[in-house]
């Protein structure tokens, strides 16, 4: 169901407001590059900083303005099972593809724990589910075992793994029956992820480089690595940069240098320091930006 270059878009703010004009300006330059779908308030669209409301905005202009065109995953998870409900009906209510749903954060539940959250979600909207497991964020690691009970849910169709570990990709390709779309969150490890047997990346370097980043994944979808290992190297120091600092930063500021939005940020997240800049400013340059 969901495949290829996804980019958990940043959220474009000014003067403390979502920047509705930068957030179409930067949708539509990834809709021309060619992606294959978006997730806005993601980790990277700083959803744990905004306001119920504010969310809400960022998800309905993201369908509107996508009109189609591309696959829209709506970021709906919380720390709280009735909250997460809450974000995945309205993600429907508004006409999203499907709904990415991060493990609940701070409060550490246990696998158990871990699939009733999910199962309840799933059994209270009829939308796709991705989960989204991201332990360094969220203290808690969904297991595999646990990934392959809720895979059996007809409405969790997949799962972004920002882990890193590889061999997880092929655990779940080898033991989970059916389709279940295998999607990394780890953009330099996104080529040994697709290797193994995953079909997509939500990638926060495609919010810099959407073009990069498509022609990577295609190039490796046609069996050329060859090609796909160029490009990799192209974007390797991206990769790396965009997390020299407080996430999302350091893509705020190279989407600034490109003129496509300000740098700000909400608080507790600070602007992208200056002592990293300089490795920015060479990564972009590397990438051809």
Same mark, same amino acid.
């Given at each position: ?9 940043? &959220? ?8 509705? !004009? ?35 905005? %960022? ?12 696959? *829209? ?21 508004? @006409?999203? #593809?499907? =709904? ?12 158990? @724990?871990?699939?009733? +959250?999910?199962?309840?979600? !799933? ?10 497991? *991201?332990?360094?964020?969220?203290? %808690?690691?969904?297991?595999?075992? /646990? *990934? $392959? ?7 969790? %169709? ?5 882990? @890193? ?8 390709? /080898? ?11 780890? #953009?330099?490890?996104?080529? @040994?992820? +697709?290797?193994?047997?995953? %079909?997509?990346?939500?990638?926060? /370097? ?8 498509? $022609?990577? +994944?295609? =190039? $490796? ?6 090609? !796909? ?9 991206? +990769? ?29 997240? =600070?602007? &992208? ?11 972009? $340059?590397?990438?051809?930006?």
């Amino acid at each position: 169901m969901f495949k290829g270059v996804i980019t958990a878009l940043i &959220t474009p703010l000014r003067d403390g407001k979502v920047d509705v !004009a930068a957030f179409t300006r930067l949708l539509e330059r990834q809709i021309a590059a060619g992606v294959h779908g978006v997730v806005p308030m993601g980790t990277t669209g700083e959803s744990a900083s905004l306001t119920a409301d504010e969310h809400k905005q %960022v998800v309905e202009l993201c369908v509107s303005v996508a009109a189609g065109r591309v696959r *829209v995953i709506a970021g709906a998870g919380s720390s709280a099972t009735d909250k997460a409900i809450e974000l995945v009906r309205f993600a429907k209510t508004v @006409g999203a #593809d499907g =709904a990415l749903v991060v493990t609940p954060y701070y409060n550490r539940p246990s696998q158990a @724990g871990l699939a009733a +959250h999910f199962e309840a979600i !799933a059994e209270a909207v009829q939308l796709p589910v991705l989960l989204y497991n *991201v332990p360094g964020r969220t203290g %808690v690691d969904m297991s595999n075992e /646990t *990934v $392959a009970r809720l895979a059996a849910h007809p409405n969790i %169709v997949g799962i972004k793994d920002a882990t @890193g570990d590889l061999s997880r990709v092929s655990w779940m390709r /080898t033991h989970i029956d059916g389709q279940f779309d295998l999607i990394s969150g780890d #953009d330099p490890s996104y080529l @040994g992820y +697709h290797a193994q047997g995953g %079909v997509g990346v939500i990638s926060v /370097t495609s919010n810099v480089a959407p073009e990069g980043m498509v $022609a990577m +994944h295609d =190039a $490796a979808q046609a069996g050329d690595y060859a090609t !796909a290992r160029t490009w990799q190297d192209r974007l390797i120091g991206l +990769h790396k940069g965009l997390f020299l600092d407080n996430s999302p930063a350091p893509t705020k500021y190279a989407l600034a240098k490109l003129g496509l939005c300000s740098e700000e940020i909400r608080l507790p997240l =600070a602007l &992208t320091s200056d002592a990293v800049k300089p490795a920015i400013d060479r990564a972009m $340059a590397d990438a051809g930006l």
